[in-house]
């Protein structure tokens, strides 16, 4: 099993980024994807959610009508779409499923 995120970076706040996590080596389609993401010194915090299918989301409080997260079950991915960013954003955002996590990626709010 293998999650790879990739799409981090610095931004100013106000911008936006796209993050992707490719899974490989489970059946994608038959699993929920979960966001997190842990700033310095804090504990890791779930950020969203999406059902097996696509039809189901959910956001962290923080990020609501912020983030969306989506799903390409043909391409074994999972998006990030982080618009409006805060300097608050900043942290290490990973993916998470099938009791699985990838390595995470990097991003950082920062005028």
């Known amino acids: 099993v293998q999650l790879v995120e990739s799409g981090g970076g610095v931004v100013q706040p106000g911008g936006s980024l796209r993050l992707s996590c490719v899974a490989s080596?489970?059946?994608?389609?038959?699993?929920?994807m979960t966001w997190y993401r842990q700033a310095p010194g804090r504990e890791r915090e779930l950020v969203a959610y999406?059902?097996?299918?696509?039809?189901?989301?959910d956001y962290a409080t923080s990020v609501k009508g912020r983030f969306t997260i989506s799903r390409d079950n043909a391409k074994n991915t999972v998006y990030l779409q982080m618009n409006s960013l805060k300097p608050e954003d900043t942290a290490v955002y990973y993916c998470?499923?099938?009791?699985?996590w990838g390595q995470g990626t990097q991003v950082t709010v920062s005028s």
């Open positions: 080596g489970f059946t994608f389609s038959r699993f929920h």
């Open positions: 998470y499923a099938n009791s699985y």
């Open positions: 999406i059902s097996s299918g696509g039809g189901s989301t």
